[in-house]
């Protein structure tokens, strides 16, 4: 079965430092990888997308890709109070197919002004 | 640009009533759609993926259902709502190919009492 795995935390971070949120994912043939901001409420918001080994920065975010090691993870540089949300890792685990994504559980993350 | 209009925002149902849901996609043509929901502890669940008209996927055997009777509108529908429907609902589209990212309406938010 595929499984996408995150700590739920919640994470707290002081403003202005960096936020590391991590996510692991069970299906080795896994080709997209996807970060989703979600406010309270809200629906998710796609941040970032990644589908090769290594970083990718779009501002204050990279997301960081190891196929090897099955494991992805997105950086919040600069930390900001409306960075308080909870962040929803998602992989497109069949590779082509069009059934959609697994989604983590998230991670509540908190920036302390 | 592309747009996902969901509604309604949020509803309030007795149990055994039933429920329809409707979302529509503008702006983008033979869109995948995607009915996913979200109950508290769980994440995201995938319930229903449509690549055309009258063409609908089941992830999950459940009281639901799913129509698309036109190519971009997606419907979710009970005859008889249980407690366990309670949930935040959310459509979603991609583009026509695999590994694509989702874009999600804004959500309804359904209690069933």
């Known amino acids: 079965q595929k499984e996408v795995e995150q700590n739920s935390g919640p994470l707290s971070v002081p403003e202005g430092a960096i936020a590391s949120l991590n996510c692991t994912y069970s299906?080795?043939?896994?080709?997209?990888f996807f970060w989703y901001r979600q406010y309270s409420g809200k629906s998710p918001e796609l941040i970032m997308s990644?589908?090769?080994?290594g970083d990718k920065e779009d501002g204050r975010f990279t997301a960081q890709l190891n196929k090897a090691s099955q494991y992805v993870s997105l950086l919040i540089r600069d930390s900001q109070p409306s960075d308080s949300a909870t962040y929803l890792c998602?992989?497109?685990?069949?590779?082509?197919?069009?059934?959609?994504?697994?989604f983590g559980k998230g991670t509540h993350l908190i920036i302390q002004p | 640009s592309q747009t996902i209009h969901q509604w309604p925002a949020t509803l309030v149902q007795p149990v055994g009533s039933p429920l329809s849901l409707e979302c529509t996609v503008e702006g983008t043509s033979n869109p995948n759609l995607y009915w996913y929901r979200q109950a508290a502890g769980r994440g995201l669940q995938l319930l229903f993926y449509s690549v055309g008209i009258g063409q609908i996927s089941s992830e999950v055997p459940q009281n639901l259902s799913a129509s698309r009777p036109q190519d971009r509108q997606f419907i979710l529908s009970s005859k008889k709502l249980l407690l366990s429907d309670s949930g935040f609902y959310l459509c979603a589209w991609s583009v026509a190919a695999g590994n694509e990212k989702l874009f999600f309406g804004s959500g309804t938010q359904l209690s069933v009492l």
């Open positions: 299906d080795r043939g896994s080709q997209s």
């Open positions: 990644i589908y090769s080994n």
């Open positions: 998602a992989v497109n685990a069949r590779g082509g197919g069009a059934d959609g994504l697994t």
